[in-house]
């Protein structure tokens, strides 16, 4: 769910594997390839090669510098459900390697990445507690290394990751409590990036959560019912309904506080 309009109509492509910005076309006919080269000079002014990533999938440091433990650091641990006993708890280390990071994007010729952001390393307990203000230094330091490399970011507020707590509490997105955490998150990050950041989106897919933590259970808090899982707990019926209910009720809230109170000082 994006918040706002693309300026000047420009073109945004994310190409979400890191590979050589010359794009190859191959042509094959009786055996026969040839192969083309697409040239950056060819395309139109502003269309922006990206990469993409989500923060529980590269950071890792799960558990530094004020970080609480999310949904997915908790699923993770639970036996039998990642296949190869895998976690986030390391994964890329971009967390400690992020200046390598985007000195990689900036050597592949890319001008935009988008991002997300851990809930809990901003809002290690939501409303319930405070800023994280080592969170809130990690997230700059990144954003400016991009805008010094000449990369755009892109900003997803909400990618399927948050604090552990708001689950034991009320369930997460199964109750209308988690619009207003969302909208308290939100507004951090508009306060604590907005000048920076011209696009945000605010949720990754939410269609795609609800159906996979609430259909068919294998996403954290993994519920479901017959016929479409077999899981502790979870009605397939009626609780993917709720969490899209909530869902686009906090997608809603967030974009009218950003066109409010932010957009206008961009």
């Not at 139109?44 to 433990?69: H, K, N, V, W």
């Not at 809002?123 to 990144?142: K, Q, W």
């Not at 948050?162 to 034991?168: A, G, L, S, T, V």
Request: glycine share 8%.
């Amino acid at each position: 769910m994006k918040i706002g309009t693309i300026k000047n109509s420009y073109f945004i492509c994310f190409l979400l594997l890191l590979q050589n910005v010359t794009a190859k076309n191959i042509i094959g006919q009786g055996g026969n390839n040839l192969e083309e080269e697409v040239k950056r000079s060819e395309l139109p002014d502003g269309f922006l090669f990206g990469t993409s990533t989500s923060a529980y999938q590269i950071e890792g440091a799960y558990i530094e510098d004020g970080r609480s433990l999310s949904n997915w650091d908790v699923y993770c641990r639970i036996n039998g459900r990642i296949p190869n006993g895998g976690s986030g708890d390391i994964a890329d280390d971009h967390y400690h390697r992020y200046l390598e990071d985007i000195d990689r994007m900036a050597s592949l010729g890319v001008n935009a990445y988008r991002f997300s952001i851990s809930w809990s390393r901003i809002l290690p307990r939501g409303r319930f507690g405070a800023v994280n203000p080592a969170g809130i230094r990690f997230y700059n330091n990144i954003i400016v290394n991009l805008l010094l490399k000449g990369i755009t970011p892109f900003v997803t507020i909400h990618h399927y990751d948050y604090p552990q707590e708001f689950e034991d509490r009320y369930g997460a997105w199964l109750s209308p409590l988690m619009q207003e955490e969302f909208v308290h998150f939100a507004e951090t990050c508009f306060k604590s990036f907005g000048d920076r950041v011209k696009y945000w989106s605010t949720m990754n897919e939410p269609n795609l959560f609800a159906e996979m933590a609430y259909l068919k259970g294998v996403f954290p808090p993994s519920h479901c019912s017959p016929p479409f899982g077999k899981c502790s707990s979870g009605n397939s019926d009626v609780e993917p309904l709720l969490v899209v209910h909530n869902s686009i009720l906090a997608h809603a809230k967030a974009v009218k506080l950003y066109r409010r109170q932010f957009q206008a000082s961009i």
